[in-house]
């Protein structure tokens, strides 16, 4: 085979709808649409090593913790191992009385009475017949005109109707799928539905459901709606049926024409967790519920433990959730950039100024707290990031409060560790570095020992125990505040000249527990900054620790 120069010369660009005066693109949608999950069923048959009954069972009940009401169990024509799980859900009490199974099968006879016979006894149930219906299908793979296609969709309806007939126990309800509807002619597609309305006699009290598959994802998303809404425009009764999608992933717009799919009069999705599927997978239902979150409309799905959701579908597939994948993915709410964690950082500080819920933090379009995150790894730092992320780092993880300049000056010492090493750093990697920058007085020149403060008129002594250069030294010095006496002492017994550029602190931790922290810029005769940090129970000594801190940096 010879590879052609440009392979663009294979393919055709896919035709435009027929759809005039389009409404969809003006519209918002307000509500969550009815929800299918088809982890048991296409999420199953894609998979290296299809689910056991454990894993299928475990699944299973997943789906009904996260609040799917309407669940496609399996395939149970395909063999005795999915018969017997579908079944069994059913004989075992299984299925809670406000979950509606579903099963799947081609328009065959005896496939179609199988599946029926999987679901004997349930309270309600859904039946879902298919047939491929556009022309690469119709030429390729069946060798069949458009009125033999037509045909065995009629012939499945009449299976699906004296079927429910011969079992009147449960309440069976009908879904029918054109299958290959991306790629079929629109009127033929409508024309064999309406020939399956006919036979199944929906009405608007009980419906039918009519899935328009984007089996092969073949057209840009805003074409697939346009599917959509033409069809639902030009159905005969369109209020006796439910339109539902089961788009697929293989341009990788998949969630677009769910969405877009919904806006041009859906009312139904069906998908995966995580986009589980053939070849690229169908769409991901955690990405389409999880949007409609960020945008004021709840889901009726709850997400609130993400992570457990994860476990279990990494375990029931045995494939791992993407790291960067919307929502679920391990670093979605992650920022290693120095802007973006300094944004975040600003965002979270507005938050807690704010005397509302409303949620509006820079690079993040959710609340991680909302699906079970903590905001410990909203921010991580490596050699990419900046003074936010290793502020950011030290607040969550010691509840310091660094001030700005400080921040910058400490980004460059924890810039070189990252550097050094070529790996991220962990919160306990930077609470060393901070240790060794600012607190720990081994090896530097001025260590404290013990000291107290006496007043001269206006002027305030600090009289100090320190070891300097390792050896034990009583120094004093006078000045307007206790800071400055210190800064006194110091200068007095061979320390830098330098005063006191900023001054803050805060407390740490409540009630027995508190601690001070106290931290202060000064600068040399030279112009030279430096900072300095002082940790202790006692403000005024966490103060004269930020002063020595400060000259040990010099």
């Known amino acids: ?50 689910m056991d ?12 913790k996260c609040g799917f009401k309407e669940i496609e169990v399996g395939f149970p024509s395909a063999g005795a191992t999915e018969f017997d799980f579908i079944s069994g859900l059913v004989k075992n009490g299984r299925i809670p009385g406000d979950v509606t199974p579903q099963v799947l099968t081609q328009s065959r006879a005896d496939l179609i009475r199988t599946s029926f016979d999987s679901l004997e006894g349930a309270k309600t149930a859904i039946v879902h017949v298919y047939n491929a219906v556009s022309p690469a299908w119709r030429k390729i793979v069946f060798g069949m005109e458009m009125d033999e296609i037509k045909g065995i969709a009629i012939e499945g309806a009449k299976q699906l109707r004296d079927n429910a007939a011969r079992l009147p126990g449960t309440d069976w309800r009908f879904e029918y799928s054109p299958e290959t509807f991306s790629t079929a002619e629109l009127d033929f597609s409508i024309e064999v539905c309406e020939a399956v309305m006919n036979i199944l006699q ?60 919904l806006l041009a009069g859906a009312d139904r ?11 690229t997978g169908n769409t991901c239902l955690v990405t389409v519920a999880l949007n409609l979150y960020t945008q004021g409309v709840d889901p009726c799905l709850d997400f609130s433990n993400i992570d457990e959701v994860i476990q279990t579908v990494e375990y029931c597939n045995n494939l791992p959730v993407h790291p960067r994948h919307p929502y679920g993915g391990e670093l979605v709410y992650t920022a290693f950039s120095g802007s973006h964690q300094d944004a975040i950082k600003k965002g979270f500080a507005a938050r807690e100024r704010q005397n509302d819920q409303r949620w509006e933090v820079p690079y993040l379009p959710i609340d991680p707290a909302d699906l079970g995150r903590s905001y410990e790894a909203v921010i991580r730092v490596n050699s990419q990031s900046g003074k936010g ?36 750093l962990g919160a306990e990697d930077i609470w060393h570095a901070f240790e060794r920058q600012y607190l720990t007085t081994e090896a530097k020149r001025f260590q404290l020992v013990d000291w107290s403060e006496s007043h001269a008129g206006t002027d305030r002594i600090f009289a100090g125990k320190l070891t300097i250069d390792g050896t034990p030294r009583s120094v004093s010095g006078r000045g307007n505040g206790l800071m400055s006496s210190v800064i006194a002492a110091l ?61 040990n940096a010099a």
């Not at 999705?269 to 070849?279: P, Q, S, T, Y």
């Not at 969550?396 to 090493?421: C, N």
């Not at 805060?506 to 900072?531: M, P, W």
């Open 389 to 424: 992320g290793v502020a950011w780092v030290l607040e969550q993880d010691k509840g310091l409060k660094l001030p700005k300049k400080m921040q910058a000056s400490f980004s460059h010492v924890v810039q070189a560790l990252a550097d050094e090493t070529s790996r991220e």
């Open 491 to 551: 200068s007095e017994s061979g320390g830098p000249v330098m005063d006191i550029v900023d001054y803050s602190e805060h407390a740490i931790g409540q009630g027995s527990n508190v601690q001070a922290a106290a931290y202060v810029e000064c600068r040399t005769a030279d112009g030279k900054s430096l900072f300095g940090c002082g940790l202790d129970t006692d403000v005024a000594t966490a103060s004269v620790r930020a002063i020595l801190s400060a000259a």
């Open 1 to 50: 085979m010879t590879m052609l120069r440009d392979p663009s010369v294979k393919y055709s660009a896919f035709p435009q709808v027929p759809l005039a005066n389009r409404e969809w693109p003006t519209r918002v949608t307000t509500s969550a649409p009815i929800w299918l999950s088809t982890d048991m069923r296409d999420g199953n048959q894609s998979l290296i090593d299809p």
């Open 269 to 279: 999705v069906e998908g995966c967790l995580f986009g589980n599927g053939e070849r």
């Open 202 to 261: 929906p009405t608007t009290d009980k419906p039918i459901i009519l899935n328009l598959p984007a089996t092969v994802e073949a057209s840009t998303a805003n074409i697939y709606a346009d599917q959509i809404e033409y069809f639902c425009k030009n159905l005969p009764n369109r209020d006796r049926a439910i339109i539902s999608l089961h788009t697929h992933n293989d341009r990788g717009t998949g969630v677009a024409a769910a969405e877009l799919g």
């Open 53 to 64: 009954a454990e894993k299928k069972a475990r699944f299973f009940d997943l789906l009904v």
